[in-house]
């Protein structure tokens, strides 16, 4: 099986991911944790990635779709992948329609996590990473066990960079002008599932299998 999930920053595209992942035994891909990884590495593309992050603004469309085309042409991806963040744009999402023909494959599911703008605001303020391993946490809904510390690594948990209130607007607002488009596109080809993100971490969890299990008997 192969997934894509979005939903607006701070929508729980992470935390829903791991749990997928974990169940369905699927390869988690995620560009913004790719791009994070080598912005912490200093490599070539965590230079070109960070000026853009750290605005709040979208990586340029090309330098997305040749990370995402080198990963999932990896031997781990052919068992099945759940692509977190990407595509982002229309321009994105033919793209990935092109690779994945390459390849042989197709996406099966488009999981898209709807939550009202009030609830993004207190998951994205409440967030915190871990500045290792850059597991997630938050402070209310999901904190660590020890205060300040990583469950897994115990290295300090802190703020994203780009969680600051100036640029979780513009997130939001460039995902409705950039991304929101995607709805329409994926809806058109029958892949569109609808769910629903307010309540616990577990609930929402439980309607992406509930939805996933429908498709699965027919
Ligand atoms: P990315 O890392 O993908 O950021 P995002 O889309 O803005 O989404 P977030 O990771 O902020 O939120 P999330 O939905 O994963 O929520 P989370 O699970 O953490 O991308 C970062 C940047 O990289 C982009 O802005 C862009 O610049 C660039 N980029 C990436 N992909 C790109 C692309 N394709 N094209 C161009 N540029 C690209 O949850 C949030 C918090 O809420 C957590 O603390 C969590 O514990 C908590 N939480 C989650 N669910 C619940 C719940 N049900 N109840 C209570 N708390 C919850
Ligand atoms: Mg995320």
Do not use: W
Not at 48 to 71: F, N, Q, T, W
Not at 162 to 187: G, H, M, Q
Not at 189 to 204: A, M, P, Q, S
Request: net charge neutral; charged share 30%; hydrophobic share 35%.
């Amino acid at each position: 099986m192969n997934l894509l999930i979005m939903g607006p920053p701070g929508s729980g595209k992470g935390t829903q991911s791991k749990l997928v992942v974990e169940k369905y035994g699927l390869v988690h891909i995620s560009t913004g944790d790719i791009f994070r990884k080598a912005i912490k590495e200093k490599s070539e593309l965590g230079h070109l990635a960070k000026s853009y992050i750290e605005k709040g603004e979208y990586v340029p469309d090309d330098i997305v779709c040749e990370v995402i085309e080198d990963r999932l042409a990896e031997d781990d991806c052919k068992n099945g992948f759940l692509l977190d963040g990407f595509p982002r744009t229309i321009y994105q999402a033919v793209k990935l329609e092109q690779m994945l023909e390459k390849l042989n494959k197709k996406i099966d599911h488009v999981l898209k996590i709807d939550v009202d703008p009030y609830v993004l605001v207190k998951r994205r303020a409440g967030r915190r990473v871990c500045s290792n391993c850059g597991s997630s946490y938050h402070l209310e809904f999901k904190p660590p066990v020890t205060k300040g510390a990583c469950d897994k690594c115990g290295h300090a948990i802190v703020q994203r960079a780009d969680d600051t209130e100036e640029t979780a607007f513009k997130r939001l607002d460039i995902y409705l002008k950039s991304t929101y488009p995607l709805v329409e596109y994926y809806d058109a080809k029958e892949l569109l599932r609808n769910i629903h993100g307010f309540g616990t971490i577990e609930r929402v969890f439980f309607r992406i299998n509930r939805e996933l299990e429908k498709y699965d008997n027919h």
